[in-house]
């Protein structure tokens, strides 16, 4: 079993930037897939950024360029370093791990597996 817990979210202006921490507990922290969600105004889980045990990282489109996923497996710790946020970025981020299958964010957003915290709120004005 694993729990993750995400902290980080506020209120900014658009072009801000906001880091997102998400702390984990259980099996050994290093050993797997962990990722960066987000809910759209559907509820669907849109993928932003996974990062594979090796330190290999995924992002999707929207924000590459924008946002760094890292990870210190020390502190048992997953980061996301947002930068130049829009106001499109406005959602409830959630940290994911360990969900079966590749360590991207596609395979994360539809799995049905894995483990999830209870998310943190980001909101960007213009």
């Known amino acids: 079993q694993i729990h993750v817990t995400e902290s980080g979210g506020d209120s900014v202006q658009s072009g801000g930037s906001l880091r997102l921490t998400c702390g984990a507990s259980?099996?050994?922290?290093?050993?797997?897939?962990m990722g960066w969600f987000r809910q759209t105004p559907d509820k669907k889980r849109e993928g932003v950024a996974a990062?594979?045990?090796?330190?290999?990282?995924n992002y999707a489109d929207s924000v590459k360029g924008r946002f760094t996923i890292s990870r210190d497996n020390a502190k048992n710790t997953l980061y996301l370093q947002m930068n130049n946020l829009k106001p499109e970025d406005t959602a409830k981020y959630y940290c994911?791990?360990?969900?079966?299958?590749?360590?991207?964010?596609?395979?994360?957003?539809?799995?049905?597996?894995?483990?999830w915290g209870q998310g943190t709120q980001v909101t960007v004005s213009s």
């Open positions: 990062i594979a045990s090796d330190g290999t990282p």
């Open positions: 259980g099996p050994p922290y290093g050993s797997y897939c």
């Open positions: 994911g791990a360990a969900w079966p299958g590749p360590c991207t964010v596609v395979v994360g957003a539809s799995s049905g597996g894995g483990y």
